[in-house]
């Protein structure tokens, strides 16, 4: 398949099951929302060694949030519910108690109910308060600047981690530039996040190492300084590959964001020094969920 | 199916047990079988066609015509369903409410929604002392759900509350949240001698300064955030509260009741 000049390998991308959660923070101003979403958000990017993976979904108007401030909803995902529970209520305590004028909700409001704001009234050292409304309990714990006001639990879900598209160039700055116009597309989609610095990952990885402790290393076969020593996936023409990594909540959502992402690329082409678009396909080693590239882009 | 309504033919010398006449133990009942109910009035037993006209079908949509102040406990225990009362209730409106909806026209007596555990009563008129309080004796009050009074209030509404909203369009007598464990009371009107008198946890919501006792500290002025979240649940309600001019987060926060646990709180409207 060749969109624009690219081609489309005929490969999958490889996913795996993971359990997601979603807050909402919201605070004086959209500035102070997103300097603390970032915070929940920061070194989160695989887990391989941060325990999950974070981002910021999408920023939210004041008619979007539960109590009529600018927002942003976050979207963490971990490999078990009870890692996520954890890393959801050490980055909230961290991060939003912390963050000036900071509040934070529920995002899901289904599935098994996990602390969000339950064991942080805690800090409150007993000055804290409970308040009911219309069903969900919130926590009103006095801080310096006021009060953090918490809801006490939100959702976890079933999800889907790892979805994943790797953009052959024939440059570093037009692999990025075309990463950067997927990006932009992609965070257009809901219930997606794509979790690595600025949505983009330049250091790919294989399942295993020579290096028997590590369970994941540099996948060399899109290396492209590697492509005269080493089984190669490079043509010669192809000097630098990047890779955008997609955690979603469904496998639509992921295929969705995948389409989009996929065809923002291919927008810009052959003439812009895209060649081709391929996968992390492990070859069924990492999970169940396979994304079939040509399949999405139909 | 129109709904199943009991027009009273006649006012009683004494008073009236309206307990069984709930949506729940009328379900499944033929309109005959619920004629020969027997209601409590006095030392005496009436059927339930003596004293009502009994017109419809649906159980769990009840309308009670001609209501007087002498038919006690409307609505006990009600769980689920809807009873419409045209005219005044007794006493004990909403005794136990388990959940489902209740309305009054006029006004309702004694000990409106005593220990009401959730649902929704809505008294468009005034109500008695003793609103959402705990029975003489008894440690718990409301536990849940909205009470919704579109006049004014006696003395001791939300006596021992634990939980849920109640919200007062006109004014409340003395001893407002007297021993309050927890939930909310709103009054846009004015507030007797002795608000909050003893309580321990909760929050009155005044529109107007109230009277307060020494032992309430002021906390000073504050935006609270929780105060929109907890206006925008009142939108669905046919109320002033639902209004979003009647809407505000900026209060002077006062702490007490101190001689007792002073974990509760009087914000009033800035």
Request: hydrophobic share 40%; glycine share 14%.
């Amino acid at each position: 398949m060749i969109i624009n000049g690219v081609t489309i390998d005929a490969t999958f991308a490889e996913a795996f099951p993971m359990k997601a959660t979603r807050a909402i923070i919201t605070a004086q101003n959209e500035k102070w929302a997103l300097i603390s979403g970032q915070a929940m958000t920061g070194f989160a990017t695989s887990v391989i060694a941060c325990g999950c993976e974070g981002s910021i979904e999408r920023i939210l108007e004041p008619s979007e949030t539960p109590d009529g401030r600018p927002g942003v909803s976050i979207m963490i995902f971990a490999m078990g519910g009870k890692g996520l529970a954890k890393q959801l209520e050490t980055r909230a305590g961290q991060c939003v108690l912390t963050s000036p004028t900071a509040a934070l909700f529920a995002g899901i409001d289904g599935g098994i109910r996990i602390p969000l704001g339950k064991n942080l009234r805690y800090f409150g050292d007993g000055f804290q308060v409970s308040k009911q409304i219309s069903g969900k309990r919130y926590w009103r714990i006095p801080v310096m600047d006021g009060e953090f006001l918490a809801e006490a639990t939100t959702g976890q879900v079933d999800a889907i981690g790892g979805g994943n598209f790797l953009v052959l160039a024939e440059s570093q700055p037009q692999a990025l530039a075309a990463c950067e116009a997927a990006i932009e597309e992609m965070r257009k989609i809901p219930n997606v996040i794509m979790p690595f610095p600025g949505g983009v990952v330049r250091s790919g990885s294989k399942v295993g190492s020579k290096y028997k402790t590590l369970g994941a290393s540099t996948n060399d076969a899109f290396c492209p300084t590697l492509k005269g020593m080493t089984k190669t996936e490079l043509s010669p023409e192809i000097e630098s590959v990047m890779e955008i990594v997609i955690d979603g909540l469904t496998k639509e959502d992921i295929a969705m964001a995948m389409r989009v992402g996929i065809q923002a690329v291919c927008d810009l082409g052959a003439q812009n020094g895209i060649k081709r678009i391929s996968a992390g396909n492990y070859g069924g080693k990492l999970g169940p969920f396979h994304f079939h590239l040509q399949e999405i882009m139909a | 199916m129109s709904a199943l309504t009991f027009t009273l033919k006649h006012r009683t010398d004494q008073r009236v047990d309206m307990s069984p006449l709930v949506c729940h133990l009328l379900k499944d009942l033929a309109l005959a079988d619920i004629g020969a109910l027997t209601l409590q009035s006095g030392k005496r037993k009436l059927r339930v066609d003596e004293l009502f006209a009994i017109n419809g079908s649906d159980t769990q949509n009840i309308i009670i015509k001609n209501s007087v102040d002498n038919l006690d406990f409307i609505g006990k225990e009600l769980d689920g369903g809807c009873i419409s009362v045209v005219g005044d209730a007794g006493a004990y409106l909403g005794f136990g409410m388990k959940t489902g909806e209740l309305k009054v026209s006029g006004n309702a007596g004694l000990y409106a929604a005593c220990e009401m555990k959730k649902g929704y009563l809505e008294i468009a008129g005034n109500a008695g002392d003793f609103l959402g309080a705990a029975l003489p004796g008894n440690k718990m009050g409301m536990k849940g759900g909205t009470i919704l009074v579109k006049g004014n209030v006696g003395q001791r509404a939300g006596d021992h509350m634990r939980r849920g909203n109640i919200l007062i369009e006109g004014n409340a007598g003395d001893y407002c949240g007297s021993r309050m464990t927890a939930g909310t009371i709103a009054v846009m009107g004015q507030t007797g001698r002795y608000l909050g008198y003893a309580m321990r946890r909760g929050t009155l919501l005044l529109w107007n300064q109230p009277q307060l006792s020494a032992s309430f500290n002021d906390c000073g002025a504050h935006t609270l955030a929780f105060l929109p979240i907890l206006f925008a649940s009142f939108k669905p309600l046919n109320s002033r509260f639902s209004d979003a001019t009647s809407a505000f987060n900026r209060v002077q926060r006062y702490a007490g009741d101190m001689s007792e646990m002073g974990r509760g709180e009087v914000l009033v409207k800035l």
